[in-house]
């Protein structure tokens, strides 16, 4: 709608022409000047300038729809808008299971198990329906060589062995599994760009991307000038509107890094507050999740992964349908698994924290 | 507006007495919470903007849509009767949420005035989720030229519903950080924008409510969190209201308001939405 020519919106003829002759060709050339700076360019007076942004604004704003509608078409589209992750709990808690259309974020410290979750997702993806699948084409950016095909298959083997004994199944299953290995950020954008025409084409039904944080520490954030075409926004914004546009869910996953104390995580009204709780922090070995703040308001579904206390916990961290619950986990031959069905309930910002004890996480 | 009969000494300007009279006579919005009430002296404004900002998972979002659910509580139970603009640039309004935020209201109100049955049948018809849902006017934006185009938009759109009274921007903050490569251009348009939002507010007499997220800023020896779009942006608002974790609580801090001191107040987020704080809080889902 911003890229909306000009040309097609039927404006009233004068002002078509005033626009056409000044090279003002889409509402966003149009809108993202300030009336003054309008009137300048198409050397007009203010009710001229006024006359042109209302015009243009009409045209270039979305259709509006009542809350009412976008819930009868939810119902319309099926399927409850989810897709179940077999973890009954966590499922529950979600409201479903992963939201489609939503950006839904895994993190957590190395070898806990995230890669194994989105094996996990992927090949219940590929599933026909009758078994709680999405009967569709599943595109894994594998961005650190992690994907294992063999593990894959373990998977399914262990999960639904009806299925996967039959060996054409299998071989079918697993052919609906796209793997893409970007080596950098800029074959990463290709192939998003690319996926764009293809997802719908090929009824591609889950994106998850593994991990994210890898491909922008390619990337040194910082020598990038100012904000031209910073790479992360823009990750963002097209993983949201392929994941609302094409109506699947979009799955990301994000590593951890430890805090520094450049981490701001206190309002100027609260500095009294910040020199107590300091030096308690700082013995606990918390991590924070790569990416950034930015990263974390956009995602709408936040999951972290964390170990302590000899175990592992899955949190739902964000969620506007959630309860702040933990669940314990393991990972075993038909991928993850939950210890207990009920969450524990986390109160408190301890819900958004990330541990990892000096455990060797990898020992199982 | 003089009120002993005499000619206005300026055209188009207000006495302070009449003004006060005209704010004793508004009706607040109620966010769900009392405490938080309290500190805003009754509720979100009419006529007036207000900033809500925080960190992510703190409860924007719920805040928003409560505002939206509580705006239509009918007159006869104390609320305004009015209908919403969700404009949502982030695509986090779940709609099952909003059901879920409604029923919690409308149960609240069947608690609080048992004797209903006996008011007009049509009032009860009213007290659908459905009804509720349906006087919410969405719309999704995907760029800051939509951003542009719908604030724009809305002038015409608000004469068309007269019965709108309040206008929700969630995040107001999104797309303006996304691809704007000419900072001073960027503050140029956010002025215009808010000037625009101010006098909408002004104009149709309803309360604009946008919500912003956090950034971290280098101010007094080291990194602090600070609201977003940057220290020209922050005058733009009549008031705002910072959103924060304290201990294991969420508390609503009073930042700026043009008659209220700053305060901080204690809330939560219930199965049923924004609540006041209580011992043992916790959200139940419902899968539809």
């Given at each position: 709608m911003a890229n909306m020519p000009v040309s097609e919106m039927q404006l009233p003829p004068h002002l078509a022409h005033l626009l056409a002759a000044r090279r003002l060709t889409t509402a966003k050339d149009v809108l993202s000047l300030p009336e003054v700076e309008l009137m300048a360019v198409l050397d007009a007076g203010l009710p001229t300038a006024r006359a042109a942004v209302a015009h243009v604004s009409e045209a270039a704003c979305p259709p509006c729809q009542t809350a009412l509608e976008l819930l009868e078409e939810r119902v319309r589209l099926g399927g409850g808008g989810r897709l179940a992750t077999t973890l009954c709990g966590l499922d529950e808690a979600l409201g479903g299971g992963i939201p489609v259309g939503k950006l839904t974020e895994v993190v957590g410290?190395?070898?806990?198990g995230k890669t194994q979750f989105c094996l996990k997702l992927a090949t219940l993806a590929a599933l026909p329906e009758c078994y709680g699948g999405l009967n569709g084409r599943v595109v894994y950016m594998d961005t650190e060589s992690k994907f294992s095909s063999r593990r894959m298959i373990e998977i399914g083997q262990n999960s639904f062995p009806q299925i996967f004994r039959q060996e054409a199944l299998a071989q079918k299953m697993a052919g609906r599994i796209l793997v893409m290995r970007p080596a950098s950020l800029a074959d990463f954008t290709k192939g998003l760009e690319q996926m764009k025409v293809t997802l719908l084409q090929h009824d591609v039904k889950l994106l998850i991307v593994d991990s994210m944080a890898a491909l922008m520490s390619l990337e040194n954030e910082k020598a990038t000038a100012g904000f031209r075409h910073h790479p992360l926004r823009w990750a963002l914004s097209f993983l949201k509107s392929i994941a609302e546009f094409s109506r699947i869910p979009v799955v990301v996953t994000n590593q951890v890094r430890s805090q520094s104390n450049d981490d701001g995580y206190h309002f100027s009204f609260e500095v009294d507050r910040k020199d107590g709780n300091n030096c308690a922090e700082r013995f606990d070995s918390h991590l924070v999740a790569a990416l950034g703040i930015q990263w974390a308001h956009a995602v709408t579904v936040r999951l972290v992964f964390e170990s302590h206390s000899g175990h592992r916990f899955i949190k739902v961290a964000k969620s506007p349908m959630s309860p702040a619950v933990a669940f314990p986990f393991i990972v075993e031959s038909s991928g993850i698994k939950l210890l207990r069905e009920e969450g524990i309930d986390v109160t408190g910002p301890e819900i958004t924290s990330i541990r990892c004890q000096g455990q060797n996480v990898l020992a199982q | 507006m003089a009120s002993d009969g005499d000619p206005p000494v300026l055209a188009g300007a207000q006495n302070a007495w009449d003004m006060l009279s005209e704010e004793q006579s508004q009706k607040h919005i109620t966010t769900g919470s009392g405490n938080i009430n309290n500190i805003l002296g009754g509720g979100i404004h009419c006529k007036e903007v207000t900033e809500i900002g925080g960190v992510p998972g703190v409860g924007k979002t719920q805040l928003g849509i409560q505002l939206a659910i509580n705006v239509q509580i009918p007159v006869e139970y104390g609320g305004l009767g009015g209908k919403a603009v969700y404009i949502d640039t982030e695509g986090s309004f779940m709609v099952e949420r909003v059901y879920q935020i409604a029923e919690g209201c409308i149960s609240d109100i069947l608690e609080h005035f048992p004797h209903s049955h006996e008011k007009s049948s049509s009032g009860q018809r009213k007290l659908q989720p459905e009804h509720f849902l349906a006087d919410i006017f969405y719309f999704r934006i995907c760029s800051y030229t939509e951003q542009i185009a719908v604030i724009n938009y809305l002038e015409k759109f608000l004469g068309e519903h007269k019965d709108v009274r309040i206008v929700i921007i969630d995040s107001v903050t999104f797309h303006f950080r996304q691809d704007f490569d000419d900072l001073a251009l960027r503050t140029r348009v956010l002025s215009g924008l808010s000037l625009k939002l101010m006098k909408i507010a002004k104009a149709y007499n309803l309360a604009v409510v946008l919500l912003n997220q956090v950034t971290t800023k280098f101010t007094e020896g080291s990194f602090q969190l600070t609201l977003a779009l940057g220290d020209s942006w922050s005058?733009?608002?009549?008031n705002r209201l910072i959103l924060y974790w304290n201990g294991n609580e969420r508390y609503a801090y009073l930042d700026k308001s043009p008659s209220l001191p700053v305060a901080s107040a204690p809330y939560a987020v219930t199965g049923k939405g924004v609540r006041d704080a209580v011992s043992s809080n916790c959200k139940r889902v419902r899968v539809m």
């Amino acid at each position: 709608m911003a890229n909306m020519p000009v040309s097609e919106m039927q404006l009233p003829p004068h002002l078509a022409h005033l626009l056409a002759a000044r090279r003002l060709t889409t509402a966003k050339d149009v809108l993202s000047l300030p009336e003054v700076e309008l009137m300048a360019v198409l050397d007009a007076g203010l009710p001229t300038a006024r006359a042109a942004v209302a015009h243009v604004s009409e045209a270039a704003c979305p259709p509006c729809q009542t809350a009412l509608e976008l819930l009868e078409e939810r119902v319309r589209l099926g399927g409850g808008g989810r897709l179940a992750t077999t973890l009954c709990g966590l499922d529950e808690a979600l409201g479903g299971g992963i939201p489609v259309g939503k950006l839904t974020e895994v993190v957590g410290p190395s070898g806990i198990g995230k890669t194994q979750f989105c094996l996990k997702l992927a090949t219940l993806a590929a599933l026909p329906e009758c078994y709680g699948g999405l009967n569709g084409r599943v595109v894994y950016m594998d961005t650190e060589s992690k994907f294992s095909s063999r593990r894959m298959i373990e998977i399914g083997q262990n999960s639904f062995p009806q299925i996967f004994r039959q060996e054409a199944l299998a071989q079918k299953m697993a052919g609906r599994i796209l793997v893409m290995r970007p080596a950098s950020l800029a074959d990463f954008t290709k192939g998003l760009e690319q996926m764009k025409v293809t997802l719908l084409q090929h009824d591609v039904k889950l994106l998850i991307v593994d991990s994210m944080a890898a491909l922008m520490s390619l990337e040194n954030e910082k020598a990038t000038a100012g904000f031209r075409h910073h790479p992360l926004r823009w990750a963002l914004s097209f993983l949201k509107s392929i994941a609302e546009f094409s109506r699947i869910p979009v799955v990301v996953t994000n590593q951890v890094r430890s805090q520094s104390n450049d981490d701001g995580y206190h309002f100027s009204f609260e500095v009294d507050r910040k020199d107590g709780n300091n030096c308690a922090e700082r013995f606990d070995s918390h991590l924070v999740a790569a990416l950034g703040i930015q990263w974390a308001h956009a995602v709408t579904v936040r999951l972290v992964f964390e170990s302590h206390s000899g175990h592992r916990f899955i949190k739902v961290a964000k969620s506007p349908m959630s309860p702040a619950v933990a669940f314990p986990f393991i990972v075993e031959s038909s991928g993850i698994k939950l210890l207990r069905e009920e969450g524990i309930d986390v109160t408190g910002p301890e819900i958004t924290s990330i541990r990892c004890q000096g455990q060797n996480v990898l020992a199982q | 507006m003089a009120s002993d009969g005499d000619p206005p000494v300026l055209a188009g300007a207000q006495n302070a007495w009449d003004m006060l009279s005209e704010e004793q006579s508004q009706k607040h919005i109620t966010t769900g919470s009392g405490n938080i009430n309290n500190i805003l002296g009754g509720g979100i404004h009419c006529k007036e903007v207000t900033e809500i900002g925080g960190v992510p998972g703190v409860g924007k979002t719920q805040l928003g849509i409560q505002l939206a659910i509580n705006v239509q509580i009918p007159v006869e139970y104390g609320g305004l009767g009015g209908k919403a603009v969700y404009i949502d640039t982030e695509g986090s309004f779940m709609v099952e949420r909003v059901y879920q935020i409604a029923e919690g209201c409308i149960s609240d109100i069947l608690e609080h005035f048992p004797h209903s049955h006996e008011k007009s049948s049509s009032g009860q018809r009213k007290l659908q989720p459905e009804h509720f849902l349906a006087d919410i006017f969405y719309f999704r934006i995907c760029s800051y030229t939509e951003q542009i185009a719908v604030i724009n938009y809305l002038e015409k759109f608000l004469g068309e519903h007269k019965d709108v009274r309040i206008v929700i921007i969630d995040s107001v903050t999104f797309h303006f950080r996304q691809d704007f490569d000419d900072l001073a251009l960027r503050t140029r348009v956010l002025s215009g924008l808010s000037l625009k939002l101010m006098k909408i507010a002004k104009a149709y007499n309803l309360a604009v409510v946008l919500l912003n997220q956090v950034t971290t800023k280098f101010t007094e020896g080291s990194f602090q969190l600070t609201l977003a779009l940057g220290d020209s942006w922050s005058h733009s608002c009549t008031n705002r209201l910072i959103l924060y974790w304290n201990g294991n609580e969420r508390y609503a801090y009073l930042d700026k308001s043009p008659s209220l001191p700053v305060a901080s107040a204690p809330y939560a987020v219930t199965g049923k939405g924004v609540r006041d704080a209580v011992s043992s809080n916790c959200k139940r889902v419902r899968v539809m």
